[in-house]
């Protein structure tokens, strides 16, 4: 694969015509084939859940897709690989309504 910088990129490249891609008109077609979604928040809303997963969710509202909401790396907390090994088990599993990740328990 080569890369271009943007001089290349700006003389060789069209965004009209037929080779230019056709960008999904909705969140249901980006997610055709989707099984589930796991939003990975690094913020809550207070009251409520994480707010990016709120929003993705209201994107999604109709379908059938189910979102599961993580809020992860709070406090600036790191996120490491355990942790994401984590969501992803708990999302093939259908867990994960404002689930906590990596918080310490013994201090809540």
Not at 56 to 76: E, R, T
Not at 85 to 95: D, L
Request: charged share 30%.
């Amino acid at each position: 694969m080569t890369r271009c910088g943007p001089k290349e990129r700006r003389s060789g490249s069209s965004r009209s015509g037929s080779s230019a891609r056709s960008r999904p008109k909705t969140w249901q077609q980006a997610l055709k084939g989707v099984k589930r979604v796991a939003v990975l928040d690094k913020n809550i809303s207070l009251g409520a859940k994480g707010a990016t997963a709120l929003e993705v969710k209201d994107a999604l509202y109709g379908s059938v897709i189910p979102v599961y909401d993580y809020v992860i790396g709070l406090g600036g907390r790191d996120v490491r690989k355990k942790d994401i090994r984590e969501v992803v088990a708990a999302c093939r599993a259908g867990q994960g309504q404002a689930s906590y990740i990596g918080l310490r328990k013994e201090v809540l």
